[in-house]
Nanobody, 125 residues
C-alpha cells in the first residue's frame, strides 16, 4: 500500500515555472514506477509523465515534451514534476500515481495502482 500526497500547485502566469512534489509513504516506494496525470474541467484524466522505479526510463506526453521533467528521489520517497514555460492549457488538477510493477506499462489511467488527492495548477494568460 502506498499513500501519495501532492504539493506545489498554485496560480502562475503563462511562461512561468512550477515544481510539483509528491511524497509517498511506504517502504516499497523505490520499487514503484511513478507518474503524473492531469485533469482539466470537463475533460478526462490524461497522462503527463512517468518514470520507472530506477529512474532510467522516462516517458512524456507530446504536449509537455521539452517543457516538463519528471524525477524521483528514492532515498526520500519523493517524485517531482518540474514544469517550465507553462501555458494556459496546462491548467488542471495534477495527480501523482504509483504503479506497483515498477515499469511504464501504459500511458493511460490504467497505469495507476494508487492515486494522490491532486493539486491545482492554474496558468493565467
Amino acid at each position: 500500500q502506498v499513500q501519495l500526497v501532492e504539493s506545489g500547485g498554485g496560480l502562475v502566469q503563462a511562461g512561468d515555472s512550477l515544481r510539483l512534489s509528491c511524497a509517498a509513504s511506504g517502504r516499497t516506494f523505490s520499487s514503484y514506477a511513478m507518474g503524473w496525470f492531469r485533469q482539466a474541467p470537463g475533460k478526462e484524466r490524461e497522462f503527463v509523465a512517468a518514470i520507472t522505479w530506477s529512474g532510467d526510463v522516462r516517458r512524456y506526453a507530446d504536449s509537455v515534451k521539452g517543457r516538463f521533467t519528471i524525477s524521483r528521489d528514492n532515498a526520500n520517497n519523493k517524485v517531482y514534476l518540474q514544469m517550465n514555460s507553462l501555458k494556459s492549457e496546462d491548467t488542471a488538477v495534477y495527480y501523482c500515481a504509483a504503479n506497483a510493477r515498477g515499469t511504464i506499462t501504459t500511458m493511460t489511467s490504467r497505469f495507476a495502482d494508487f492515486w494522490g488527492q491532486g493539486t491545482q495548477v492554474t496558468v493565467s494568460s
